[in-house]
């Protein structure tokens, strides 16, 4: 049965990663300058952990707190979640993004439009530009990422009440090591949202692509190695 009340946390939850993601890219511009610094990094990263963890917490009892369609067609695809709902997690996720990057362009008509509204720009020069590097360090992110997700949150004998820290805490490290190598997307909502608002379309694909297949992986691998096994021993 369709569950709305899902989609709309779901909605609520992208929203308030689009906004706070983006919006620390914005400062962190205004505080520490274009240019990436350890200080700008740092923050960028807390404020994207950090609103993960506060997302999943406040959502995950509602919807799971998906926040991301490479982790909800992984979740489809392991029959963790129906087609139907699947579908619609993945719809109001995109509304949420795009809600939440018009409002920070509504916000910062100016400074916003230096930053694309956190968009991210593709591979950097510390990787050579090179897309292949790009869409290799984007999908390995994300495998550990729905990893992460599945053997805290999904997993029947995870330990209770880390998962939100746990998955907040991983998406603090993907940001922290990846931020200077592709901007650190691993969720197509998060880029599709600041993408649409601000027309930087450059490398999209990529950030679909990569992340969906990372997390299919991962979803498939811990689901049939070590999740169907435990719930069949409860």
Known sequence: MVNFRAWLAEAIATYGLVFFGPLSVIVAVASFGEGLTTMSVLFISLAHGGAIALMVYAFGHISGAHINPAVTIPMIITKKIGLSDG?????????????????????????GEKVNFGTQGGPSELINNSVNSGFAIEAILTFFLVLVIFMTAVHK??????????????????????VPLTGAS?????????????????FHWLYWAAPILGGIIAGVLM??????KAEKEV
């Open 87 to 111: 579908v619609g997690y993945i719809i109001f996720q995109l509304i949420g993004a795009i809600a939440a990057a018009a409002t920070l362009k509504a916000i910062f008509p100016i400074l």
């Open 186 to 202: 691993v969720n197509p909502a998060r880029t599709f949202g600041p993408a649409l608002i601000s027309g930087f379309w450059e």
């Open 157 to 178: 004998k995870a330990s209770p009440g880390w998962h939100g820290f746990t998955i907040g805490g991983m998406v603090f490290l993907i940001h922290l090591v990846a």
């Open 223 to 228: 689901n049939y190695i070590y999740v169907n």
